[in-house]
């Protein structure tokens, strides 16, 4: 009996659960346009925290069946990119109110081209962040699509098919560094990311399912002979 009262499939279900707030959250704030600058705020600072928790749950119940150094690698990366990227959503969007407010607040053109010059610089400091961000999340994403490929839940293809999208997304932001790739006529490979995380979510609700229909709920794979 488990004194704690947390079964093993509850870290599935909560990776789940974070992984259907973070998924969304990502393409409304940074992929599609929200005309709402309120909620679009809200949800890029919601995605970096429900990603690094999603992970961290998933990896949780990943390492019972199958550990490796891969996943344990994973887990800290993925956690260190939702970080980075909070602290990214904080220096974007503080850039831009305050600078707007200080530029709107005035009718002198000295201080409105200081705000101005600030503000340039305070974005290449935050596309600097982005950049540490892309480098994490995609180191992030190798490992842990590298720690699928022998793990049982999963098909070989979709962790191999992880590593390529991860590792072309890296080689295009350190192509066109500083810049971003769109920017300079390349491929952003973040939506390709984050798609493959969406994949990634719906072998999560199927793993639950899954785990209904096994004795125990434990997503333990049965042997053939039922040991």
Same mark, same amino acid.
Do not use: C, K
């Given at each position: 009996m488990n004194k704690a009262g947390i079964q093993h499939r509850d870290w599935l279900i909560?990776?789940? @659960?974070?992984g259907l707030i973070a998924l969304p959250s990502y393409f409304f704030?940074? !992929?599609?346009? @929200?005309?709402?600058?309120?909620?679009?705020?809200?949800?890029?600072?919601? $995605?970096?925290?429900?990603f690094a928790l999603a992970v961290y749950c998933m990896g949780h119940w990943m390492r019972r069946d199958y550990d490796s150094i891969a996943l344990r690698l994973a887990i800290l990366m993925n956690i260190g990119a939702g970080m980075i990227v909070t602290i990214m959503a904080t220096v974007q969007s503080l850039n831009g109110v305050v600078s707007v407010e200080k530029i709107k607040g005035t009718t002198d053109e000295q201080l409105i081209w200081l705000y101005k010059a600030a503000f340039t610089g305070t974005n290449h400091t935050q596309l600097g962040i982005d950049i540490a961000f892309d480098v994490w999340i995609s180191l992030g994403t190798a490992l842990f699509?590298?720690?699928? @490929?022998?793990?049982?839940?999963?098909?070989?293809?979709?962790?191999?098919a992880g590593i390529v999208v991860a590792l072309g997304t890296l080689?295009?932001?350190?192509?066109?560094?500083? $810049?971003?790739?769109?920017?300079?006529?390349?491929?952003?490979?973040?939506?390709? @990311?984050? !798609?493959?995380?969406?994949?990634?979510?719906? !072998?999560?609700?199927?793993?639950y399912w899954r785990d209904n229909r096994t004795k125990g709920g434990t997503g333990k794979r049965q042997s053939s002979d039922g040991g």
């Open positions: 909560y990776a789940g @659960v974070f704030s940074a !992929v599609f346009v @929200v005309p709402n600058p309120v909620l679009e705020r809200i949800l890029f600072f919601v $995605w970096g925290p429900t699509a590298l720690a699928m @490929v022998r793990h049982f839940a999963f098909r070989p293809w979709l962790g191999i080689i295009s932001n350190l192509i066109y560094f500083p $810049w971003p790739p769109a920017d300079r006529g390349g491929v952003d490979g973040g939506p390709f @990311v984050g !798609v493959w995380w969406g994949l990634l979510l719906s !072998v999560i609700a199927f793993q």
